[in-house]
């Protein structure tokens, strides 16, 4: 089955400390992943997709394919990246299956 | 252009009465889904749409969807029942080359049914 498991739905760091977001997917074919974030107040939007291999905000993520994961990191934390964070991977033309989110908090 | 726009932000509303969640955006974008966001599950997919005049369900019963036109997908919930309880989200995306893979969101609407 097509599946993405994001394992912490907290993770809770210190300003300055490096910060990895954990996501790892199922999926037969070519899999295209993303991360989605959503900001206090704000809407759901898009953080970067792998295709892209760049780096938004200070965060990277690589896809390991062997260990099928695509985790999000970035080396020192922020308070304003305090937020809800979604892996996503694209099924099909259209569809896409969320995992079920990370909360993260930064602690000044 | 403001983008996707949900409406009602909020409602509350009785089992067994029926509610109707509005989507439009200003994109032209042929794409149009709808996802209920819960704390813990994340976001499940409801319906979809690749363009006016089509639709697929993800969720077997309890929610209906109409693409008439490329600018609007309301979602319909026929008999709410409790477990409906939730954040619907709508999004939508381009077709064709334009298609990035980014879903573009709307803010939500917060729906509780007593």
């Known amino acids: 089955a097509q599946r993405v498991t994001q394992p912490e739905k907290l993770l809770s760091v210190f300003k300055g400390a490096p910060v990895e977001l954990k996501c790892n997917y199922s999926y037969s074919g070519s899999p295209e992943l993303f991360w989605y974030v959503q900001y206090s107040r704000q809407r759901l939007q898009l953080l970067l997709r792998h295709i892209s291999r760049e780096s938004i905000k200070g965060f990277t993520a690589d896809l390991n394919k062997g260990e099928t994961s695509f985790h999000l990191k970035k080396p020192f934390a922020q308070e304003e990246d305090s937020a809800m964070y979604y892996c996503?991977?694209?099924?099909?033309?259209?569809?896409?299956?969320f995992g079920t989110g990370t909360r993260l908090k930064v602690l000044a | 252009n403001a983008g996707v726009t949900q409406t009602p932000k909020f409602h509350i509303l009785k089992t067994g009465q029926s509610m109707t969640l509005q989507c439009a955006q200003d994109?032209?974008?042929?794409?149009m889904s709808w996802y209920r966001q819960d704390p813990g599950m994340g976001l499940r997919l409801i319906y979809y749409s690749a363009a006016a005049g089509t639709t697929d369900k993800e969720v077997p019963n309890g929610y209906n969807v109409s693409r008439l036109n490329t600018e609007d997908f309301p979602l319909r919930l026929v008999s709410a029942a409790p477990s409906q309880t939730s954040v619907y989200l709508c999004a939508s995306s381009p077709r064709g080359p334009a298609n990035t893979g980014e879903l573009f969101f709307g803010e939500g609407s917060r729906l509780t049914v007593l």
């Open positions: 996503a991977i694209r099924s099909g033309t259209y569809k896409y299956i």
């Open positions: 994109m032209n974008h042929g794409y």
